[in-house]
């Protein structure tokens, strides 16, 4: 993974924000909390983070108690923060609002799936790296337990596609990955209006560390992502890394171009029977829909950037939350 930059190492002890974005996560955010709380008091106690730390769930619109709940956890701790988007947004833009939110209060922010399927326990590990220097974190997965052999298999294939066309998109790693401040700073200059964060993170240049975890199967309740909105993601990933479709297409349009050719000419004179004729046309219409469609997928991203509509709205914050250094600047 590129580590462009020379590798700094951090003051101890600096102000983590875990940024969790939330979706209808009523079945498991109690359990969540608490697991969290533990991880970030056990921190705060031995002096590797510092007390201005705090845990941010975004609440992406939520038609569910998410957002009751987040009210009830941060009256029974000072540590529980909330931010909560007026619709939903999509888990990448909520996490995106989370980030930027916490991007001036803190000096890391580790960004987590609200299910514990990023194990907390890696938290600790992937603080040190960053003080070590590493502005980036990745957490990467050596197995997934608990999830369907469809989302296996789908994910298995799509980070090797990604490599395959050149995308920048590390190996099995999702969003949970810690960010230094300046690696948000960063971020928050790329006005992508559907971000594919876990590949944006790798253009930004800075120095960078994994960690290894197996994945663990969602505590409570279901994936948010219906196989549509994962093969939509992918889409997106796809998109916008990479162009290797439509230079796929347009070489495989030539090299038709010229086989066919070729074959008119090899069989001038000769009668030719209906079903290769047939076979021949829908094998055209369909490389030609297929060429259209490639080329259509940019088109809408392009679409979608030329409006430029904002990417969320929000509707509300929990919390007193500052960080950064003592005193030196308030969040709000
Ligand atoms: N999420 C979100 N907005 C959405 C969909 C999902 O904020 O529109 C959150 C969700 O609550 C979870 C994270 O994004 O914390 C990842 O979603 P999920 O765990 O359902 O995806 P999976 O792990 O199954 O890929
Ligand atoms: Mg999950």
């Known amino acids: 993974m590129g580590s462009k ?30 697991e969290l709380l533990a991880v970030m008091t056990a921190m705060t106690d031995t002096g590797l983070i510092g007390p201005k730390s705090r845990i941010l769930f975004v609440d992406d619109g939520s038609m569910d108690r998410t957002w009751e709940i987040l009210e009830k956890l941060g009256k029974s701790s000072p540590l529980v923060s909330a931010l909560r988007l007026r619709a939903n947004a999509g888990h990448q833009n909520a996490l995106y609002a989370g980030l930027m939110e916490a991007k001036d209060c803190c000096h890391m922010s580790i ?22 220097g590493n502005d980036i974190v990745y957490a990467v ?11 296996r298999a789908s994910a298995f294939g799509f980070y090797r596609f990604m490599k395959a066309l050149g995308g ?9 990955r810690l960010m230094s401040r300046e690696a948000m700073e960063a971020l928050s200059l790329f006005g992508e209006n559907r971000p594919v964060l876990r590949g944006l993170a790798p253009l930004l240049g800075f120095p960078s560390a994994q960690v290894i975890f197996d994945r663990r199967s969602r505590r409570r309740g279901r994936s948010k992502y219906s196989v549509k909105s994962m093969m939509r993601f992918a889409v997106d990933g796809v998109v916008s890394f990479s162009a290797a479709p439509i230079h796929l297409i347009f070489f495989l349009g030539i ?13 001038a004179g000769r009668e030719p029977g209906v079903r290769q004729i047939l076979g021949t046309i829908w094998a055209a219409a369909g490389l030609v829909l297929m060429g259209i469609g490639a080329v259509g997928q940019y ?28 005193g030196e600047e308030e969040c709000r």
Do not use: H
């Not at 969790?20 to 498991?28: D, G, Q, R, S, T």
């Not at 088109?299 to 003592?326: K, M, N």
């Open 299 to 326: 088109v809408v991203r392009i679409w979608r950037e030329v409006t430029g509509r904002p990417r969320y709205f929000v509707r509300e914050r929990l919390g007193e939350y500052a960080g950064g250094d003592e």
């Open 255 to 267: 090299g038709l171009f010229l086989a066919a050719g070729g074959y008119l000419l090899y069989t």
């Open 168 to 176: 920048p998109m590390p190996k099995d790693c999702g969003d949970f």
């Open 5 to 34: 930059e020379q590798k700094r190492e951090k003051a101890l002890p600096a102000v983590l924000y875990l940024v969790i974005p939330c979706f209808n996560e009523e079945e498991v955010l109690e359990e969540t909390a608490r």
């Open 111 to 132: 960004s987590m799936d609200a299910d514990l399927q990023d194990d907390p326990a890696l938290i600790p590990a992937m603080v040190e790296k960053f003080y070590e």
């Open 141 to 151: 997965r050596k197995s997934r337990r608990g999830e369907g052999l469809f989302k």
